[in-house]
Protein backbone atom coordinates (compact mmCIF):
# COMPACT_ATOMS: atom_id res chain seq x y z
CA UNK A 1 0.00 0.00 0.00
CA UNK A 2 1.00 4.05 -0.66
CA UNK A 3 1.43 5.63 2.67
CA UNK A 4 2.73 8.59 1.70
CA UNK A 5 4.41 10.55 -1.56
CA UNK A 6 6.83 13.47 -1.72
CA UNK A 7 7.82 15.21 -5.02
CA UNK A 8 9.61 18.35 -5.00
CA UNK A 9 10.67 20.94 -8.12
CA UNK A 10 9.27 18.07 -10.57
CA UNK A 11 7.18 19.93 -13.35
CA UNK A 12 5.02 22.42 -11.97
CA UNK A 13 5.32 20.75 -8.67
CA UNK A 14 7.52 22.91 -6.28
CA UNK A 15 6.90 21.34 -2.84
CA UNK A 16 4.20 18.39 -2.79
CA UNK A 17 3.51 15.61 0.08
CA UNK A 18 0.43 13.55 -0.12
CA UNK A 19 -0.52 11.03 2.74
CA UNK A 20 -2.68 8.31 1.60
CA UNK A 21 -5.03 5.63 2.89
CA UNK A 22 -6.71 2.22 2.78
CA UNK A 23 -9.83 2.09 0.65
CA UNK A 24 -10.91 4.50 -2.08
CA UNK A 25 -8.54 7.66 -2.33
CA UNK A 26 -10.20 10.18 -4.73
CA UNK A 27 -8.10 12.47 -7.10
CA UNK A 28 -9.90 15.35 -8.19
CA UNK A 29 -9.35 19.09 -9.61
CA UNK A 30 -10.05 21.49 -12.95
CA UNK A 31 -9.06 20.64 -16.36
CA UNK A 32 -5.50 21.49 -16.51
CA UNK A 33 -4.56 21.98 -12.70
CA UNK A 34 -1.82 19.32 -12.96
CA UNK A 35 -2.95 15.85 -12.43
CA UNK A 36 -1.25 14.15 -15.17
CA UNK A 37 2.01 15.78 -13.87
CA UNK A 38 0.80 13.77 -10.28
CA UNK A 39 0.39 10.84 -12.46
CA UNK A 40 3.68 10.97 -13.96
CA UNK A 41 5.64 11.13 -10.45
CA UNK A 42 3.84 7.96 -9.30
CA UNK A 43 5.32 6.39 -12.64
CA UNK A 44 8.70 7.23 -11.75
CA UNK A 45 7.99 5.00 -8.68
CA UNK A 46 7.20 2.33 -10.89
CA UNK A 47 10.44 2.51 -12.92
CA UNK A 48 9.20 5.09 -15.79
CA UNK A 49 11.90 6.33 -17.37
CA UNK A 50 12.82 9.97 -16.37
CA UNK A 51 14.43 13.13 -17.96
CA UNK A 52 15.86 16.42 -16.55
CA UNK A 53 13.31 18.47 -18.70
CA UNK A 54 11.00 17.58 -15.91
CA UNK A 55 12.99 19.21 -13.67
CA UNK A 56 10.92 22.80 -12.30
CA UNK A 57 12.63 25.44 -13.85
CA UNK A 58 15.12 26.77 -11.95
CA UNK A 59 16.20 24.46 -9.54
CA UNK A 60 19.28 21.75 -9.96
CA UNK A 61 17.23 18.71 -9.47
CA UNK A 62 13.87 16.93 -8.85
CA UNK A 63 13.17 14.15 -6.22
CA UNK A 64 9.91 12.12 -5.92
CA UNK A 65 9.81 9.79 -2.98
CA UNK A 66 7.03 7.00 -1.62
CA UNK A 67 7.46 5.06 1.06
CA UNK A 68 4.79 2.11 1.10
CA UNK A 69 3.34 -0.31 3.89
CA UNK A 70 4.72 -3.78 2.93
CA UNK A 71 4.31 -5.66 5.69
CA UNK A 72 1.60 -8.39 4.22
CA UNK A 73 3.84 -8.68 1.41
CA UNK A 74 5.87 -11.33 1.83
CA UNK A 75 6.92 -11.52 -1.67
CA UNK A 76 8.34 -7.99 -1.83
CA UNK A 77 10.42 -8.54 1.54
CA UNK A 78 12.05 -11.60 -0.08
CA UNK A 79 12.65 -9.67 -3.17
CA UNK A 80 14.27 -6.66 -1.72
CA UNK A 81 16.24 -9.22 1.09
CA UNK A 82 17.53 -11.33 -2.16
CA UNK A 83 19.35 -7.62 -3.14
CA UNK A 84 20.84 -7.05 0.23
CA UNK A 85 18.24 -4.23 0.85
CA UNK A 86 16.90 -3.93 4.87
CA UNK A 87 13.52 -3.22 5.03
CA UNK A 88 12.89 -2.32 8.78
CA UNK A 89 9.98 -1.92 10.16
CA UNK A 90 8.29 -3.82 6.64
CA UNK A 91 8.47 -0.08 4.99
CA UNK A 92 9.61 0.29 1.48
CA UNK A 93 10.80 3.74 0.71
CA UNK A 94 11.74 4.44 -2.75
CA UNK A 95 13.30 7.98 -4.16
CA UNK A 96 13.97 9.10 -7.82
CA UNK A 97 16.58 11.88 -8.37
CA UNK A 98 17.23 13.64 -11.21
CA UNK A 99 19.65 16.07 -11.46
CA UNK A 100 20.33 18.18 -14.47
CA UNK A 101 22.98 16.94 -17.07
CA UNK A 102 23.36 13.68 -14.99
CA UNK A 103 20.96 10.81 -15.23
CA UNK A 104 18.78 9.82 -12.30
CA UNK A 105 19.46 7.76 -9.46
CA UNK A 106 17.49 5.51 -7.35
CA UNK A 107 17.39 4.61 -4.26
CA UNK A 108 15.33 1.82 -2.33
CA UNK A 109 15.43 2.10 0.90
CA UNK A 110 18.46 4.51 1.04
CA UNK A 111 21.09 1.87 -0.81
CA UNK A 112 21.55 3.39 -3.74
CA UNK A 113 20.12 1.07 -6.79
CA UNK A 114 19.01 0.56 -10.45
CA UNK A 115 16.60 1.11 -12.53
CA UNK A 116 15.90 -1.99 -13.00
CA UNK A 117 15.41 -3.23 -9.18
CA UNK A 118 13.36 -0.58 -8.82
CA UNK A 119 11.41 -2.69 -11.66
CA UNK A 120 11.55 -5.71 -10.12
CA UNK A 121 10.08 -4.77 -6.90
CA UNK A 122 7.34 -1.92 -7.75
CA UNK A 123 6.85 -2.47 -11.50
CA UNK A 124 2.99 -3.36 -12.18
CA UNK A 125 4.59 -6.44 -14.82
CA UNK A 126 3.58 -9.10 -13.24
CA UNK A 127 6.74 -11.98 -13.40
CA UNK A 128 5.90 -15.05 -15.61
CA UNK A 129 7.73 -17.51 -13.20
CA UNK A 130 6.00 -16.89 -9.90
CA UNK A 131 2.25 -15.17 -8.38
CA UNK A 132 3.96 -11.89 -7.46
CA UNK A 133 1.31 -9.03 -7.82
CA UNK A 134 2.58 -5.83 -8.67
CA UNK A 135 3.00 -3.18 -5.75
CA UNK A 136 1.39 -0.95 -7.91
CA UNK A 137 -1.06 -1.33 -10.76
CA UNK A 138 -1.27 2.10 -12.85
CA UNK A 139 -3.97 1.80 -15.50
CA UNK A 140 -5.26 4.64 -17.99
CA UNK A 141 -4.20 5.76 -21.66
CA UNK A 142 -0.31 4.44 -22.37
CA UNK A 143 -0.11 2.91 -18.94
CA UNK A 144 -2.47 -0.09 -19.66
CA UNK A 145 0.90 -2.02 -19.35
CA UNK A 146 -0.36 -4.94 -17.38
CA UNK A 147 -3.27 -5.95 -19.59
CA UNK A 148 -1.17 -5.99 -22.52
CA UNK A 149 1.19 -8.46 -21.08
CA UNK A 150 -0.06 -11.84 -22.28
CA UNK A 151 1.56 -13.09 -18.97
CA UNK A 152 -0.55 -11.11 -16.63
CA UNK A 153 -3.39 -12.61 -18.61
CA UNK A 154 -2.28 -15.89 -17.68
CA UNK A 155 -1.66 -15.31 -14.41
CA UNK A 156 -5.31 -13.94 -14.14
CA UNK A 157 -7.52 -16.73 -16.07
CA UNK A 158 -5.41 -19.53 -13.32
CA UNK A 159 -6.32 -17.25 -10.49
CA UNK A 160 -9.90 -17.23 -11.40
CA UNK A 161 -10.00 -20.88 -12.86
CA UNK A 162 -8.36 -22.19 -9.54
CA UNK A 163 -5.55 -23.52 -11.75
CA UNK A 164 -2.75 -21.83 -9.70
CA UNK A 165 -1.71 -24.31 -7.42
CA UNK A 166 -1.19 -26.76 -10.15
CA UNK A 167 0.89 -24.21 -11.74
CA UNK A 168 2.72 -23.91 -9.34
CA UNK A 169 3.01 -28.00 -8.95
CA UNK A 170 3.53 -27.81 -12.92
CA UNK A 171 6.23 -25.29 -12.79
CA UNK A 172 8.50 -26.97 -10.08
CA UNK A 173 8.70 -30.31 -11.80
CA UNK A 174 9.33 -28.40 -15.42
CA UNK A 175 12.34 -26.35 -13.65
CA UNK A 176 13.61 -29.49 -12.19
CA UNK A 177 13.08 -31.15 -15.77
CA UNK A 178 15.08 -28.63 -17.70
CA UNK A 179 17.54 -28.59 -14.82
CA UNK A 180 18.32 -32.36 -15.75
CA UNK A 181 19.12 -31.52 -19.35
CA UNK A 182 21.74 -28.92 -18.05
CA UNK A 183 23.28 -31.74 -15.95
CA UNK A 184 23.45 -34.05 -18.65
CA UNK A 185 24.76 -31.25 -20.98
CA UNK A 186 27.41 -30.27 -18.25
CA UNK A 187 28.04 -34.19 -18.16
CA UNK A 188 29.03 -34.78 -21.65
CA UNK A 189 30.30 -31.14 -22.43
CA UNK A 190 33.74 -32.15 -23.20
CA UNK A 191 34.89 -36.03 -22.77
CA UNK A 192 38.93 -34.58 -22.72
CA UNK A 193 38.15 -32.11 -20.17
CA UNK A 194 36.67 -34.46 -18.01
CA UNK A 195 39.63 -37.09 -18.61
CA UNK A 196 42.24 -34.20 -17.94
CA UNK A 197 39.88 -33.04 -14.75
CA UNK A 198 39.80 -36.95 -13.35
CA UNK A 199 43.87 -37.30 -14.01
CA UNK A 200 44.47 -34.03 -12.17
CA UNK A 201 42.08 -34.80 -9.29
CA UNK A 202 43.53 -38.33 -9.00
CA UNK A 203 47.47 -36.61 -9.44
CA UNK A 204 46.05 -34.70 -6.48
CA UNK A 205 44.58 -37.10 -4.12
CA UNK A 206 47.46 -39.56 -4.47
CA UNK A 207 49.44 -36.72 -3.54
CA UNK A 208 47.61 -35.98 -0.27
CA UNK A 209 47.07 -39.67 0.37
CA UNK A 210 50.85 -40.91 -0.21
CA UNK A 211 51.57 -39.00 3.03
CA UNK A 212 48.96 -40.71 4.83
CA UNK A 213 47.76 -37.86 7.43
CA UNK A 214 46.36 -37.53 10.67
CA UNK A 215 43.82 -35.12 11.98
CA UNK A 216 46.15 -32.83 13.91
CA UNK A 217 49.44 -34.01 12.87
CA UNK A 218 50.72 -30.61 11.46
CA UNK A 219 50.72 -29.26 14.87
CA UNK A 220 51.64 -32.55 16.81
CA UNK A 221 54.75 -32.71 14.52
CA UNK A 222 56.05 -28.81 15.19
CA UNK A 223 56.36 -29.47 18.95
CA UNK A 224 58.23 -32.89 18.31
CA UNK A 225 60.40 -31.05 15.72
CA UNK A 226 61.32 -28.42 18.10
CA UNK A 227 61.85 -30.96 21.16
CA UNK A 228 64.23 -32.65 19.20
CA UNK A 229 65.95 -29.80 17.92
CA UNK A 230 66.17 -28.55 21.48
CA UNK A 231 67.40 -32.41 23.29
CA UNK A 232 70.48 -31.02 24.39
CA UNK A 233 69.27 -27.78 25.90
CA UNK A 234 66.28 -30.15 27.89
CA UNK A 235 69.00 -32.41 28.80
CA UNK A 236 71.29 -30.04 30.06
CA UNK A 237 68.44 -28.25 32.47
CA UNK A 238 67.56 -31.45 33.77
CA UNK A 239 71.12 -32.10 34.94
CA UNK A 240 71.15 -28.70 36.25
CA UNK A 241 67.68 -29.27 37.91
CA UNK A 242 69.12 -32.50 39.40
CA UNK A 243 72.02 -31.02 40.83
CA UNK A 244 70.39 -28.44 42.72
CA UNK A 245 67.52 -30.22 43.86
CA UNK A 246 69.54 -33.61 44.76
CA UNK A 247 72.37 -34.99 43.97
CA UNK A 248 74.71 -31.67 44.97
CA UNK A 249 76.25 -31.47 48.53
CA UNK A 250 74.50 -28.40 49.28
CA UNK A 251 71.16 -29.67 47.11
CA UNK A 252 67.73 -28.15 48.61
CA UNK A 253 67.41 -32.27 49.83
CA UNK A 254 70.35 -32.25 51.78
CA UNK A 255 69.65 -29.11 53.22
CA UNK A 256 66.17 -30.75 53.86
CA UNK A 257 67.45 -33.88 55.89
CA UNK A 258 69.33 -31.43 57.67
CA UNK A 259 66.71 -29.56 59.13
CA UNK A 260 64.18 -32.57 59.52
CA UNK A 261 67.14 -34.32 61.37
CA UNK A 262 67.70 -31.17 63.67
CA UNK A 263 63.90 -31.06 63.95
CA UNK A 264 63.87 -34.73 65.58
CA UNK A 265 66.26 -34.10 67.92
CA UNK A 266 63.88 -31.25 69.30
CA UNK A 267 60.75 -33.05 69.26
CA UNK A 268 61.70 -33.91 72.91
CA UNK A 269 61.40 -30.61 73.76
CA UNK A 270 58.00 -29.61 71.97
CA UNK A 271 56.29 -32.88 70.71
CA UNK A 272 54.23 -30.62 68.85
CA UNK A 273 56.85 -29.55 66.64
CA UNK A 274 56.36 -32.75 64.62
CA UNK A 275 52.75 -31.71 62.91
CA UNK A 276 55.28 -28.69 61.31
CA UNK A 277 57.79 -31.11 60.61
CA UNK A 278 55.25 -32.86 58.33
CA UNK A 279 55.19 -30.04 55.41
CA UNK A 280 58.78 -30.60 55.09
CA UNK A 281 58.82 -34.27 54.71
CA UNK A 282 56.15 -33.89 51.86
CA UNK A 283 57.94 -31.51 50.14
CA UNK A 284 60.90 -33.63 50.22
CA UNK A 285 59.16 -36.16 48.64
CA UNK A 286 57.79 -33.56 45.87
CA UNK A 287 61.35 -33.00 44.89
CA UNK A 288 62.41 -36.55 45.07
CA UNK A 289 59.05 -37.23 42.84
CA UNK A 290 59.84 -34.10 40.55
CA UNK A 291 63.62 -35.24 40.03
CA UNK A 292 62.74 -38.81 38.68
CA UNK A 293 60.47 -37.92 36.44
CA UNK A 294 62.79 -35.28 34.80
CA UNK A 295 64.75 -37.47 34.25
CA UNK A 296 62.48 -40.22 33.07
CA UNK A 297 61.16 -37.74 30.51
CA UNK A 298 65.18 -36.66 29.48
CA UNK A 299 65.97 -39.85 28.92
CA UNK A 300 62.72 -40.74 26.57
CA UNK A 301 63.19 -37.95 24.20
CA UNK A 302 65.41 -39.69 21.13
CA UNK A 303 68.04 -37.17 20.03
CA UNK A 304 68.34 -39.93 16.89
CA UNK A 305 69.40 -37.06 14.15
CA UNK A 306 67.86 -39.61 11.69
CA UNK A 307 64.72 -39.40 13.53
CA UNK A 308 64.61 -35.70 13.24
CA UNK A 309 65.90 -35.60 9.81
CA UNK A 310 62.78 -37.62 9.16
CA UNK A 311 60.15 -35.91 11.20
CA UNK A 312 61.32 -32.34 9.60
CA UNK A 313 61.38 -33.80 6.01
CA UNK A 314 57.58 -35.19 7.12
CA UNK A 315 56.83 -32.15 8.07
CA UNK A 316 58.18 -30.31 4.64
CA UNK A 317 56.26 -32.46 2.58
CA UNK A 318 53.10 -31.16 5.10
CA UNK A 319 54.29 -27.51 4.27
CA UNK A 320 54.22 -27.96 0.69
CA UNK A 321 50.60 -29.70 0.83
CA UNK A 322 49.44 -26.89 2.78
CA UNK A 323 50.35 -24.19 0.42
CA UNK A 324 48.32 -26.20 -2.46
CA UNK A 325 45.20 -27.25 -0.41
CA UNK A 326 44.80 -25.23 3.36
CA UNK A 327 46.59 -24.38 5.94
CA UNK A 328 45.82 -26.89 8.07
CA UNK A 329 46.10 -31.11 8.15
CA UNK A 330 42.53 -30.06 8.97
CA UNK A 331 41.89 -28.39 5.68
CA UNK A 332 44.02 -30.71 3.42
CA UNK A 333 41.67 -33.54 4.80
CA UNK A 334 38.43 -31.67 3.49
CA UNK A 335 40.24 -30.61 0.49
CA UNK A 336 41.11 -34.77 -0.13
CA UNK A 337 37.35 -35.49 0.78
CA UNK A 338 35.61 -33.41 -2.08
CA UNK A 339 39.06 -34.47 -4.62
CA UNK A 340 37.02 -38.05 -3.91
CA UNK A 341 33.99 -37.18 -4.35
CA UNK A 342 34.16 -35.26 -7.42
CA UNK A 343 36.69 -37.94 -8.88
CA UNK A 344 33.91 -40.53 -7.44
CA UNK A 345 31.32 -38.05 -9.89
CA UNK A 346 33.30 -38.45 -12.48
CA UNK A 347 33.82 -41.76 -13.01
CA UNK A 348 30.25 -42.50 -12.55
CA UNK A 349 29.42 -39.36 -15.24
CA UNK A 350 28.04 -42.62 -17.28
CA UNK A 351 25.86 -44.18 -15.39
CA UNK A 352 24.37 -41.10 -14.13
CA UNK A 353 23.73 -39.84 -17.42
CA UNK A 354 21.38 -42.65 -17.96
CA UNK A 355 20.16 -42.33 -14.46
CA UNK A 356 19.12 -38.39 -15.31
CA UNK A 357 17.47 -39.88 -18.87
CA UNK A 358 15.49 -41.61 -16.98
CA UNK A 359 14.26 -39.76 -14.66
CA UNK A 360 14.01 -37.07 -17.36
CA UNK A 361 11.72 -39.13 -19.54
CA UNK A 362 9.21 -40.36 -16.53
CA UNK A 363 9.26 -36.03 -15.92
CA UNK A 364 8.36 -35.25 -19.40
CA UNK A 365 4.98 -37.86 -18.99
CA UNK A 366 4.24 -36.09 -15.88
CA UNK A 367 4.33 -32.71 -17.36
CA UNK A 368 2.73 -33.57 -20.47
CA UNK A 369 0.11 -34.78 -18.29
CA UNK A 370 -0.23 -31.56 -15.86
CA UNK A 371 -0.17 -29.36 -18.87
CA UNK A 372 -2.73 -30.74 -20.93
CA UNK A 373 -5.13 -30.93 -17.89
CA UNK A 374 -4.14 -27.18 -17.26
CA UNK A 375 -4.97 -26.42 -20.74
CA UNK A 376 -8.76 -28.48 -20.53
CA UNK A 377 -9.31 -26.46 -17.25
CA UNK A 378 -8.87 -23.30 -18.65
CA UNK A 379 -10.50 -23.34 -22.04
CA UNK A 380 -13.27 -24.26 -19.46
CA UNK A 381 -12.52 -21.22 -16.82
CA UNK A 382 -11.71 -18.45 -20.05
CA UNK A 383 -15.11 -19.00 -21.26
CA UNK A 384 -16.79 -18.48 -17.59
CA UNK A 385 -14.22 -15.54 -17.37
CA UNK A 386 -15.57 -13.80 -20.71
CA UNK A 387 -18.91 -14.04 -20.25
CA UNK A 388 -18.76 -12.73 -16.77
CA UNK A 389 -16.49 -9.72 -17.62
CA UNK A 390 -18.99 -9.22 -20.53
CA UNK A 391 -21.61 -8.73 -18.13
CA UNK A 392 -19.94 -6.58 -16.20
CA UNK A 393 -19.20 -4.30 -18.68
CA UNK A 394 -22.79 -4.26 -20.12
CA UNK A 395 -23.37 -2.99 -16.53
CA UNK A 396 -21.05 0.19 -17.28
CA UNK A 397 -23.00 1.01 -20.33
CA UNK A 398 -19.71 -0.11 -22.61
CA UNK A 399 -22.20 -1.95 -25.63
CA UNK A 400 -20.95 -3.40 -28.26
CA UNK A 401 -17.50 -4.43 -26.69
CA UNK A 402 -16.90 -8.04 -26.37
CA UNK A 403 -14.77 -9.34 -24.32
CA UNK A 404 -12.87 -12.82 -24.83
CA UNK A 405 -10.12 -15.02 -23.50
CA UNK A 406 -8.27 -17.16 -26.21
CA UNK A 407 -6.79 -19.95 -25.01
CA UNK A 408 -4.41 -21.76 -27.70
CA UNK A 409 -2.82 -25.08 -27.34
CA UNK A 410 1.17 -24.75 -27.83
CA UNK A 411 3.17 -27.63 -30.00
CA UNK A 412 5.67 -27.41 -27.28
CA UNK A 413 5.86 -27.83 -23.46
CA UNK A 414 6.92 -23.68 -21.82
CA UNK A 415 7.28 -23.05 -18.23
CA UNK A 416 3.53 -22.37 -17.35
CA UNK A 417 2.06 -25.68 -19.63
CA UNK A 418 0.76 -25.72 -22.87
CA UNK A 419 -1.79 -22.65 -23.17
CA UNK A 420 -0.96 -19.26 -24.98
CA UNK A 421 -3.67 -16.93 -23.16
CA UNK A 422 -4.68 -13.54 -24.70
CA UNK A 423 -6.99 -11.37 -23.56
CA UNK A 424 -9.05 -10.34 -27.07
CA UNK A 425 -12.17 -7.71 -27.84
CA UNK A 426 -14.45 -6.56 -30.37
CA UNK A 427 -15.91 -3.27 -30.55
CA UNK A 428 -18.70 -5.00 -32.28
CA UNK A 429 -20.14 -8.13 -33.08
CA UNK A 430 -19.30 -7.89 -37.01
CA UNK A 431 -15.55 -6.85 -36.04
CA UNK A 432 -13.14 -8.95 -35.66
CA UNK A 433 -11.19 -9.72 -32.61
CA UNK A 434 -8.29 -7.80 -31.50
CA UNK A 435 -5.99 -8.09 -28.80
CA UNK A 436 -6.51 -5.65 -25.84
CA UNK A 437 -3.04 -4.06 -26.81
CA UNK A 438 -4.94 -2.54 -30.07
CA UNK A 439 -7.39 -0.39 -28.04
CA UNK A 440 -6.83 2.85 -28.31
CA UNK A 441 -8.77 4.42 -25.26
CA UNK A 442 -7.38 4.43 -21.68
CA UNK A 443 -10.68 4.73 -20.63
CA UNK A 444 -12.18 1.55 -22.36
CA UNK A 445 -9.18 -0.48 -20.80
CA UNK A 446 -9.69 0.95 -17.53
CA UNK A 447 -13.10 -0.34 -17.33
CA UNK A 448 -12.01 -3.90 -19.04
CA UNK A 449 -9.40 -4.19 -15.95
CA UNK A 450 -12.16 -2.89 -13.55
CA UNK A 451 -14.86 -5.34 -14.52
CA UNK A 452 -12.04 -8.22 -14.65
CA UNK A 453 -11.00 -6.93 -10.87
CA UNK A 454 -14.63 -7.22 -9.49
CA UNK A 455 -14.75 -10.94 -11.11
CA UNK A 456 -11.24 -12.13 -10.35
CA UNK A 457 -10.84 -10.35 -7.30
CA UNK A 458 -7.78 -8.85 -6.14
CA UNK A 459 -5.94 -11.72 -4.98
CA UNK A 460 -4.70 -12.25 -1.95
CA UNK A 461 -1.85 -10.05 -2.00
CA UNK A 462 -2.96 -6.23 -1.15
CA UNK A 463 -1.48 -3.67 -3.76
CA UNK A 464 -2.27 -0.44 -5.01
CA UNK A 465 -4.41 0.41 -7.80
CA UNK A 466 -4.32 3.73 -9.46
CA UNK A 467 -7.51 4.38 -11.85
CA UNK A 468 -7.48 7.25 -14.34
CA UNK A 469 -9.46 7.83 -17.09
CA UNK A 470 -12.27 4.99 -15.88
CA UNK A 471 -14.99 7.22 -15.81
CA UNK A 472 -13.79 8.45 -19.66
CA UNK A 473 -17.02 8.86 -21.42
CA UNK A 474 -19.40 7.55 -18.86
CA UNK A 475 -22.31 9.22 -16.39
CA UNK A 476 -25.46 9.40 -14.74
CA UNK A 477 -26.63 5.64 -13.62
CA UNK A 478 -22.95 4.21 -15.09
CA UNK A 479 -20.79 6.48 -12.86
CA UNK A 480 -22.66 5.19 -10.05
CA UNK A 481 -21.98 1.81 -10.95
CA UNK A 482 -18.21 2.45 -11.48
CA UNK A 483 -17.99 4.34 -8.60
CA UNK A 484 -19.75 1.07 -6.61
CA UNK A 485 -17.17 -1.10 -8.32
CA UNK A 486 -14.29 0.70 -7.04
CA UNK A 487 -15.56 0.92 -3.83
CA UNK A 488 -15.77 -2.26 -3.78
CA UNK A 489 -12.03 -3.33 -4.78
CA UNK A 490 -10.99 -0.75 -2.73
CA UNK A 491 -12.08 -3.07 0.09
CA UNK A 492 -8.66 -4.76 1.74
CA UNK A 493 -6.56 -2.85 -1.38
CA UNK A 494 -5.66 0.72 -2.00
CA UNK A 495 -7.44 2.07 -4.90
CA UNK A 496 -6.30 6.03 -6.02
CA UNK A 497 -9.05 7.27 -8.48
CA UNK A 498 -8.41 10.08 -10.95
CA UNK A 499 -11.76 11.20 -11.70
CA UNK A 500 -14.12 13.97 -13.08
CA UNK A 501 -17.44 12.40 -12.14
CA UNK A 502 -18.81 13.79 -8.51
CA UNK A 503 -20.91 10.00 -8.70
CA UNK A 504 -17.71 8.33 -8.56
CA UNK A 505 -15.98 11.11 -6.20
CA UNK A 506 -18.93 10.58 -3.65
CA UNK A 507 -17.82 6.74 -3.29
CA UNK A 508 -14.20 7.94 -1.67
CA UNK A 509 -13.03 7.02 1.67
CA UNK A 510 -10.61 9.89 1.47
CA UNK A 511 -10.57 12.88 -1.25
CA UNK A 512 -7.54 15.23 -2.61
CA UNK A 513 -8.09 18.92 -4.74
CA UNK A 514 -5.80 19.30 -7.04
CA UNK A 515 -5.32 23.26 -7.75
CA UNK A 516 -2.94 25.15 -9.48
CA UNK A 517 -1.39 27.92 -7.29
CA UNK A 518 -0.07 30.93 -9.23
CA UNK A 519 3.15 32.30 -8.00
CA UNK A 520 5.08 35.73 -8.78
CA UNK A 521 7.19 33.94 -11.90
CA UNK A 522 5.66 30.96 -12.16
CA UNK A 523 2.66 28.46 -10.92
CA UNK A 524 2.46 25.60 -8.69
CA UNK A 525 0.68 22.69 -8.15
CA UNK A 526 -1.30 22.18 -4.79
CA UNK A 527 -2.74 19.09 -3.21
CA UNK A 528 -4.82 19.16 -0.04
CA UNK A 529 -6.91 16.68 1.45
CA UNK A 530 -11.05 17.81 1.62
CA UNK A 531 -12.89 17.70 4.92
CA UNK A 532 -16.65 16.74 5.03
CA UNK A 533 -17.35 20.49 4.23
CA UNK A 534 -15.16 21.18 1.27
CA UNK A 535 -15.47 17.77 -0.05
CA UNK A 536 -19.29 18.88 -0.81
CA UNK A 537 -18.63 22.16 -2.61
CA UNK A 538 -15.83 20.04 -4.98
CA UNK A 539 -18.71 17.79 -5.51
CA UNK A 540 -20.84 20.32 -6.07
CA UNK A 541 -18.22 21.73 -8.51
CA UNK A 542 -17.82 18.77 -10.13
CA UNK A 543 -21.90 18.54 -11.05
CA UNK A 544 -22.43 22.38 -12.17
CA UNK A 545 -19.03 23.58 -12.73
CA UNK A 546 -17.42 26.72 -11.38
CA UNK A 547 -20.82 28.45 -10.67
CA UNK A 548 -22.10 26.13 -7.50
CA UNK A 549 -25.88 26.26 -6.48
CA UNK A 550 -28.02 25.13 -3.76
CA UNK A 551 -29.25 22.45 -6.01
CA UNK A 552 -25.79 21.45 -7.02
CA UNK A 553 -25.09 21.38 -3.14
CA UNK A 554 -28.25 19.79 -2.25
CA UNK A 555 -27.28 16.82 -4.98
CA UNK A 556 -23.42 16.37 -3.83
CA UNK A 557 -24.82 15.90 -0.49
CA UNK A 558 -27.45 13.31 -1.72
CA UNK A 559 -24.31 11.49 -3.62
CA UNK A 560 -22.59 11.66 -0.27
CA UNK A 561 -25.28 9.64 2.01
CA UNK A 562 -26.15 7.19 -1.22
CA UNK A 563 -22.78 6.10 -1.17
CA UNK A 564 -22.60 5.29 2.72
CA UNK A 565 -26.07 3.53 2.56
Given at each position: MLLELKVSNFAIIENLHIVFKDGLNILSGETGAGKSVLLKSLSLLMGGKASSDTIRTGAQQATIEGSFDISKRPDIQNALQDMGIEADEDILIVR???????????YLNGSLSTLNSLRDIVSPLVELAGHSAPLIEMTGQHENRNLMSKHYHLDLLDQYAGTWDKRLLYAEKYNRYNAIFEEIKKLESDAKQKAQRL??????????????????????????????????????FVDQAESALYTDDDSAVSRLNAILKKGQELLTLDPQLAAKLDNLEQAKALIDESVFELRQYAEKIDADPMKLEEMESRLSDLRKLQKKYGSSVDDILRALMEMEIEIANL????????????????????????AADLHQRRQKGAEVLADSVNAELLDLNMKGVIFHVQVEKLDHLVSTGLSDVEFMSQTSAKDIKRPLAKFASGGELSR?????????????QPRTYLFDEVDTGVS?????????????????????????????????DIHFFI?????????????SELKRKDRVQEIARLISGEKISKTSLAHAEQLLAEAKA
Open positions: RVLSTGDKSKVDFLIYQRDEITNLDLSPGEDQILEVEVKKLKNSSRIGSQNSESRIDGLKKEAASLRKELETLILLSLKRVVGSGHGETAEKVGRKLKTIAKGQQVVCVTHLPQVAAFGQKSPQKESVAMVV
